[in-house]
């Protein structure tokens, strides 16, 4: 007796393997020899400044990109990752039944980061959304910083600057950013219907997500365990700006101002900084400025008080007719040749009794050769030198209506 011959076994469907590497360095190094090779590693000029810049649905990024491209001086349009996504090179690598992976959206962004309208800065919008992202902004910061090292001591240094990285959150708490996900979409319904009745302006786009409480508390989940996770991960590496959003628009940006304030040491070159640095901030300057004013004028009167009577005198009785009739300019240049300022002490008396008095004085004194005499036989012109103080005295002008 022969054994019956088993049946095959049905084959089981498998899913399709994910194929994508996962792995960053090896992604990285494939589109940094790719870079190399296309455009030449002397060419590779990336921005000195980059923002990575991620705001909760709801917490005013739109509005607040553009105050910190206008801050930070920062010409070129943010780039937008998602729309990066939309791009030629995307829809190209689509229709060929291509991927757009972690290796692609790299690729594609540190090419949109070379060309030349982003040298003086680029915000990046939707970047870095995933482990691997990540990891590859690492590295491209790891190369930039090569490539300064390298060309330091070349002509080509002044293309390869100190690298800054910031990340900044504009953050709301989850119940915020629902309500102002859907205050936005009454908003924009009572705008449409207007533009329909009237058939003035333009319609605002209607999304979803305005309109359905659980579409917009997904909205907040997927910007927390995507953009939020991805940019917090960074905060140990790169300059890191958390921005309370839920509070008033001109206290946010007052926020944004205070975090993103010129910082030299930071920017500039270290040997450019160790220069500079013995010079004082303006800011160390006026810190106790009206403390250290204040104690001033009370020496003045106590050590010198007939020069500095004498000082406001001058001041009451021949310059403040002047400046009142400069009320509406706020603005008058007065000249003087009283021999009472040839003492150096009453200069700086005038200086702090107008700023005591909520006004900007200057000084500058001009000599002003005055010919006297001219000997016939040897052609010489004897002179006499004159001094004229020139004051400039600034203050807020009055605000006149006109018309």
Request: hydrophobic residues 40%; proline residues 5%; glycine residues 6%.
């Amino acid at each position: 007796m022969h054994p019956t011959p088993a049946e095959p076994s049905p084959v089981k469907s498998t899913a399709p393997a994910d194929l994508e590497i996962k792995d960053a360095q090896i992604i990285f190094s494939q589109v940094w020899k790719e870079l190399e090779d296309e455009y030449g590693r002397e060419k590779l000029r990336f921005p000195k400044e980059l923002i990575l810049l991620g705001g909760a649905p709801g917490a005013g990024k739109g509005t607040n990109t553009d105050f910190i491209r206008k801050l930070r001086g920062i010409t070129a349009e943010p780039i937008v990752v998602s729309a990066l996504l939309d791009s030629p090179e995307a829809k190209k690598l689509k229709s060929q039944g291509g991927m757009v992976g972690d290796r692609e959206v790299v690729s594609i962004l540190i090419r949109k980061l070379l060309e030349p309208e982003q040298q003086n800065g680029a915000i990046l919008d939707g970047f870095p959304r995933t482990k691997v992202q990540v990891e590859c902004l690492k590295l491209l910061f790891d190369e930039m910083m090569r490539l300064r090292r390298d060309f330091s001591e070349t002509p080509e240094a002044f293309h390869f600057k100190q690298p800054i990285f910031h990340i900044m959150v504009l953050f709301v708490d989850e119940s915020e950013s629902i309500a102002r996900q859907l205050k936005r979409g009454q908003e924009v319904l009572a705008h449409n219907e207007e533009v329909r009745r009237s058939g003035l302006g333009e319609l605002w786009e209607e999304r979803a997500t305005d309109f359905d409480p659980a579409l917009a508390r997904n909205r907040y989940k997927v910007f927390k365990e995507k953009t939020y996770d991805a940019l917090v991960s960074l905060k140990e590496i790169f300059h890191y700006h958390f921005i309370n959003a839920q509070a008033s628009l001109e206290r946010v940006q007052e926020n944004i101002v205070r975090e993103l304030e010129y910082q030299s040491s930071l920017e500039l070159d270290p040997r450019t900084f160790d220069l500079l640095r013995k010079l004082p901030l303006a800011s160390e300057i006026v810190r106790h400025a009206r403390q250290d004013l204040v104690r001033r004028l009370d020496s003045y009167k106590v050590e010198k008080p007939d020069l500095m009577n004498a000082v406001v005198t001058f001041i009451e009785e021949k310059m403040m007719p002047i400046i009142v009739r400069h009320a509406i300019s706020g603005r008058a240049d007065i000249n003087s040749e009283d021999a009472l300022f040839h003492d150096p002490q009453a200069l700086a008396i005038l200086i702090d009794v107008f700023s005591e008095r909520g006004f900007h004085a200057t000084v500058d004194l001009h000599h002003i050769e005055i010919p006297e005499k001219f000997d016939l036989q040897t052609g010489q012109i004897q002179c006499r030198k004159k001094k004229v103080f020139r004051f400039g005295i600034r203050f807020k002008g009055s605000e006149i209506r006109r018309g």
